[in-house]
């Protein structure tokens, strides 16, 4: 791979491995999805039929009748087969700065990490380099669909630059296309004809990744001329899915679902993600119910940044989880189902315990948090055919090593990856019905290369980054006083023992 001129050109050694046209997985345990209870149906010693890009099969026993010819049968005794997980909202382009955002606050990350500070020091070439290796990261975690709210289309060629690496990365990507003015590069405007050509290109027709939309500007002021040309692109261009941040609260950015019901844009047939909904309404929450849309939430984000999140345990049917910025924590969809399987079991807990009662029953089961993590996430974005193994669902699945130190005795199946497994005990990733992980590695004929480019890019640009100050926190923002959580200090006596930052 070469950039001539800024553009990425695309070269045939970043194709992924080919399989074969059919593959029968047989004897695992089957952690399928049954459409007629919209819950789950564990098999024991079960067989998967794949054909081509599709599930085909789903059976207790062997399966009656002949196979497809040139069928590739796959002995999973003792092993766990999943559907892949799905993530609402990511940011893939910024896996450069990995590591050095360790402390970070939202504040600080909008004034240094964002696409507001970015543009000026990034290469078309290094936003390929850094999406392509986050998608292969998230690969390897059995993330095979993700929501990228893909805040690079600064240019042209920064925004073909990480469309190409979608595609070339072989996952399931709704790439979602940033509407957004950047001071000194680029208005909106600027950025209507760039998307245009974003969905003309040949290329993303033969790939699992789609176009979608991320727009910002819903409300509180909304530019309502702006607004109605990003939305009749989006509709003409048949836009996947549109999605964008709602923080609401002090954080000032409604981007709510009452801002876009005032516009007429909520009830439609394409689907809407709300990041975070940190502080989503009653009156917001009915309207998801009424529409039929999703928020996403992001656990481990949420707590990491202070968006927090006091009222999104009450609006899990129209729930789905996200990654957020995986340059600053996990980048797999198991621990943020995991985590929020807890925190919302403290919370209510801790809802009991405030009235001085003991709690006698678990709020949250495994199977929910599992859901949430698979397809919820699907019906988020209104795919039918993700999310799950049912008979005529996409081939996107997840081989666990269910004889792994970790799993070793396992019972059931869902509590074993929902509360003991962890990305290492992950065997296998297919998108497709292609093999994307195999053996516990990546098998993608582009990653060796793909791996040494990213870290000659990361050395540069972390280099750049590392002697930027630290912004200083403003002394309000959005009309809110701006001030400084207590420490918490590890070390005993008098003093800060916040401790240093290792970059």
């Not at 149906?41 to 009748?65: A, Q």
């Not at 939430?297 to 202070?306: A, Q």
């Not at 098998?443 to 100050?469: E, S």
Request: glycine share 8%.
């Amino acid at each position: 791979m070469r950039p001539i001129n800024g553009i990425i050109t695309l070269l045939p050694v970043f194709l992924t491995a080919v399989s074969a046209a059919s593959i029968l997985f047989k004897k695992g345990t089957v952690i399928a999805y049954n459409k007629q209870t919209k819950g789950l149906r564990v098999i024991r010693e079960g067989y998967v039929l794949v054909e081509n890009d599709r599930i085909t099969g789903v059976y207790d026993s062997v399966p009656p009748g002949r196979l497809p010819p040139g069928t590739d049968v796959v002995d999973l005794s003792g092993k766990i087969i999943t559907p892949g997980f799905i993530d609402t909202h990511r940011h893939g382009w910024q896996t450069v700065f990995k590591t050095m955002a360790s402390n970070t606050t939202l504040l600080e990350f909008f004034g240094r990490y964002s696409s507001f500070v970015a543009p000026f020091f990034w290469s078309a070439s290094d936003v390929y380099d850094s999406q392509l290796a986050g998608l292969y990261e998230a690969l390897n975690a059995g993330v095979t669909s993700s929501l990228d709210h893909a805040t690079h289309t600064w240019s042209k060629d920064a925004a073909e630059a990480g469309l190409n690496a979608c595609i070339d990365s072989g996952a399931r990507v709704f790439w979602g296309f940033t509407f957004a003015n950047i001071t000194g590069l680029v208005t909106v405007e600027d950025l209507y004809p760039v998307f245009r050509q974003m969905a003309a290109k040949p290329s993303l027709k033969k790939s699992p990744t789609t176009l979608a939309v991320a727009y910002d500007g819903w409300g509180p002021n909304p530019n309502v001329a702006e607004i109605d040309k990003i939305m009749s692109l989006a509709l003409e261009l048949n836009a996947s899915v549109i999605t964008t941040h709602s923080l609401q609260g002090p954080w000032g950015f409604t981007n709510s679902p009452e801002d876009i019901d005032a516009l007429s844009y909520l009830n439609i047939s394409t689907p809407i993600v709300f990041s975070h909904a940190s502080f989503l309404t009653p009156a917001g929450a009915s309207l998801l119910r009424q529409t039929n849309q999703y928020i996403s939430i992001t656990p481990e984000s949420e707590m990491h940044y202070g968006q927090a999140h006091p009222v999104s345990y009450n609006i899990q049917d129209q729930a789905s989880l996200g990654i957020d910025t995986h340059i600053t924590f996990s980048t797999d969809i198991l621990t943020q189902a995991r985590i929020w399987l807890q925190q919302t079991r403290y919370e209510r807990y801790l809802a009991v315990l405030k009235q001085d009662k003991l709690p006698g029953t678990n709020p949250m089961s495994v199977e929910q948090a599992f859901l949430l993590a698979t397809r919820n996430g699907a019906l988020a974005l209104r795919r039918d055919d993700l999310g799950g193994i049912f008979i005529g669902g996409k081939a996107d699945l997840v081989i666990w090593d269910a004889n792994s130190p970790a799993l070793l005795g396992w019972v059931d199946p869902v509590a074993a990856v929902m509360l003991h497994a962890s990305v290492g005990d992950i065997e296998a990733v297919l998108v497709d019905g292609k093999w994307m992980k195999k053996g516990g590695k990546i098998v993608a004929k582009g990653w060796p290369a793909a791996r040494t480019r990213f870290l000659a890019t990361a050395k540069r640009l972390q280099a750049v980054w590392r002697d930027m100050p630290l912004p200083p926190p403003p002394a309000e923002f959005n009309g809110h006083e701006v001030v400084a959580p207590e420490r918490v200090d590890v070390l005993r006596g008098p003093g800060d023992g916040y401790g240093n930052i290792y970059i």
